[in-house]
């Protein structure tokens, strides 16, 4: 196992990237909870500080499995020919899920001892800022104690295999034989479970932000049933992502050159190698741009101070911690799809293409991934921030206001070019 590790680095590093900033994000959520818990806090403090770490630190799991899945999912693609290869010699699909399983605990658990003194370190941190804010009184001394943050990276690890036991399903249960390069699924029976679990997503995110309609204005439960909403509207595009992209893909001009013909014809034969940033790409819109523009509703409606102080703050938090971590995810499974193309780009180097073509055809795929991630990411973000425009203020224009979309879409579609053009040169001068 720890060879196959050395000759995968790549995929061993993305996975370990990412179970690193889930250990950091989840021990500090049970730094502040250990606070909270904490004999020597009393008062508010300890009430904050025991409902908020739980309520975010729960989202923080939820995406950590979902940024791990994908993960797992863009190594192994990779690793086709050797899954084929067990296949052969008589491994059955639960001992090639079990073998990519432990290999990611294995990274899951190097990641998580610098994740674990690392996420004491920002609790901490997160704390004094809390209180330069006002939002804890100036006695609140940090206590994590050491249980807590060895449970939460524990949690981290425990997620981390069920997300390699999830993503290696499909490829350990692919008959050995297959094409090594398999084309979109056309049967609606392989698609069907992950479609309605979309759908359920979809549904309980927007009856979250809807049920705000019949909650008084000034209640805090509005803002409690719209946070969530947005993750969860936004969770359950990201499901659909290869609908999403074909769609994308089918709207988007041809173009009049062999570049962009050619990047066509990928995204609509090999749709899985753009499918990453989509995911991602949605979740970091939907989370962000929902979110800052919930809270600029927030802003405009309620007085200054007290609850509304500290509402602003959490959401702030959320979106940078959030933020941080799928802008992370996006960049570690853009560059680790683009690097397992290697044989590709030198295939097309060898019939007569140029550097220049090939990068513009990368750059082609991916734009038609910003621009599905984008609009359904902006979408799903207003149809959850308008119910709470209407409760607020009696209008939903409030819900349209541009800054926190362009914030977000400016964000997110700059990170995937920047990291697609510098990790697309690279790979293709060098395939």
């Known amino acids: 196992m720890l060879r ?12 370990g990237l990412v179970a690193f900033i ?49 993960t797992v999912g863009v190594a192994l ?14 491994a059955t699909p639960r001992q090639v899920q079990a073998r990519f399983a432990g290999e990611t605990l294995t990274v899951a658990a190097i990641a998580a001892v610098p994740g674990l003194a690392a996420g004491m370190l ?13 939002l804890t009184e100036p006695g609140t001394v940090y206590a994590p104690g050491i249980v807590l943050p060895v449970i939460a990276a524990v949690l981290v690890l425990a997620v981390s295999v069920v997300a390699a036991w999830i993503g290696s399903r499909t490829l350990a249960n692919r008959s050995p034989v297959a094409d090594p390069e398999p084309a979109a699924p056309t049967g ?51 499901a659909l ?67 509304a102080q500290l509402l602003a703050a959490i959401n702030y938090l959320v979106v940078v911690l959030l933020g941080a971590f799928m802008a992370i995810a996006l960049t570690n499974n853009l560059m680790a799809s683009i690097a397992q193309r290697r044989a590709e780009f030198a295939t097309m180097s060898l019939v007569g293409s140029t550097h220049a073509q090939t990068l513009r055809m990368l750059l082609r795929e991916v734009g038609t991934g910003i621009a599905a991630s984008v609009v359904a990411g902006t979408l799903g973000a207003m149809a959850c921030v308008v119910p709470f425009a209407v409760a607020k ?31 697309g040169r690279r790979v293709i001068r060098t395939a």
């Not at 999403?244 to 749709?271: D, E, F, K, M, Y």
């Not at 939903?396 to 053009?421: D, E, K, Q, R």
Request: net charge positive; aromatic share 4%.
């Open 241 to 307: 992502a290869p609908e999403l992209l074909l769609l994308a893909n089918r709207l988007a001009r041809s173009g009049s050159n062999a570049s962009a013909h050619v990047a066509r014809i990928n995204v609509t034969v090999v749709p899985r190698r753009t499918r990453p940033l989509v995911t991602f790409l949605v979740l970091f819109v939907g989370v962000s741009a929902g979110t800052l523009s919930m809270q600029g509703v927030e802003n405009g409606h309620a007085a200054p101070g007290g609850d």
């Open 77 to 90: 693609a990779g690793r086709v020919e050797e899954i084929a290869g067990l296949r052969l010699v008589g």
């Open 393 to 423: 203020t009696g209008s939903p224009a409030a819900a349209f206001a541009p800054l926190p979309y362009a914030l977000a879409i400016v964000a997110g579609a700059a990170i995937a070019l920047v990291v697609a053009t510098l990790a």
């Open 122 to 134: 920002m609790g901490g941190f997160v704390l004094d800022r809390m209180d330069a804010a006002g």
């Open 4 to 15: 196959s590790l050395a000759h995968h680095r790549g995929g061993a590093v993305a996975s």
């Open 188 to 238: 609606r029976g392989r698609n069907r479970p992950r479609r309605i679990a979309a759908a359920l997503l979809l549904v309980a995110g927007l009856g979250s932000s809807s049920a705000v309609l019949g909650m008084d204005a000034d209640d805090i439960l509005t803002t409690a049933m719209t946070g969530p909403a947005v993750v969860l509207v936004a969770v359950g595009l990201c």
């Open 22 to 70: 889930g250990t950091v994000l989840v021990t500090t959520m049970a730094g502040l909870l250990g606070t909270g818990l904490a004999d020597t806090t009393i008062g508010d403090d300890k009430s904050f500080l025991t409902q908020f770490p739980i309520i975010l630190g729960g989202w923080v799991v939820a995406i950590v499995l979902f940024a791990m899945v994908s």
